[in-house]
């Protein structure tokens, strides 16, 4: 058995009892190469999937480690795949977005409360809400749908999009490279702290810019006054 369907058999081990997830393994296993970036782009799209994006982007850097693939062929097929299955789920809520919460709002997990989230966050923050919010657990999709819906212009979407999706990939890339065949624990067992880290870091950033913005606002005030 190679070391590539070691790892995946690893990673799915607890969801053995799953035939999809079953499947899911399967169709890794025989297409290591093109499966992460392709079943992400499924994901961004809005359809979801049983195992997370993160481990798609830290599976490719377990790749890049074992010289499967090249670094430029991972990080450039695993961008193109996020802003490509965006910009479809984009284009859908802005065309069909009323049909698509109608009728597969429940599966998408697009309830009323996360999108009622999703528009406050808007309304304070602009876009800001596209490059933090995406890291938070749960929301990637509803953030897209909402940009789309809302009327947020595409290029200001996608941009913030990719300025998100950067760091993201860069970082997940990494843990793969280096936890290797423990990338199992590392993403699953210790996941609350991967999440933890990136709620701490948004936080801390989001603070910033609140005080930046604050100070904006009471300048703007002062001078028409």
Not at 104 to 133: A, C, D, P, Q, S
Request: glycine residues 8%.
């Amino acid at each position: 058995m190679s070391l590539i369907t070691n790892l995946l058999t690893n990673i799915l081990e607890s969801n053995r009892i799953d035939p999809y997830v079953d499947w899911l393994a399967s169709f890794i296993v025989h297409n290591g190469i093109y499966a992460p970036s392709l079943l992400l782009l499924i994901e961004e799209s809005g359809i979801p999937l049983p195992i997370p994006g993160d481990v798609y982007v830290a599976y490719t850097g377990y790749l890049i480690s074992k010289h499967t693939i090249t670094f430029q062929f991972g990080f450039i097929s695993l961008l193109t795949a996020v802003l490509i299955g965006a910009s479809i789920l984009y284009y859908l809520s802005s065309h069909y977005g009323q049909v698509i919460v109608l009728r597969f709002g429940k599966y998408l997990h697009l309830n009323e409360k996360r999108l009622l989230t999703v528009e406050g966050w808007f309304k304070k923050y602009g876009f800001w809400v596209i490059i933090f919010g995406r890291h938070i657990p749960g929301f990637r999709v509803p953030i897209t749908f909402f940009a789309g819906i809302s009327g947020v212009p595409y290029p200001v979407f996608i941009a913030s999009t990719f300025v998100s999706v950067i760091f993201w990939i860069l970082f997940y890339i990494s843990v793969g490279e280096k936890l290797g065949n423990n990338i199992k624990n590392f993403l699953h067992v210790h996941n609350y702290l991967f999440y933890l880290f990136i709620c701490l870091f948004i936080l801390f950033v989001g603070s910033i810019i609140y005080i930046v913005l604050h100070k904006k606002k009471k300048k703007q005030k002062a001078n028409k006054s």
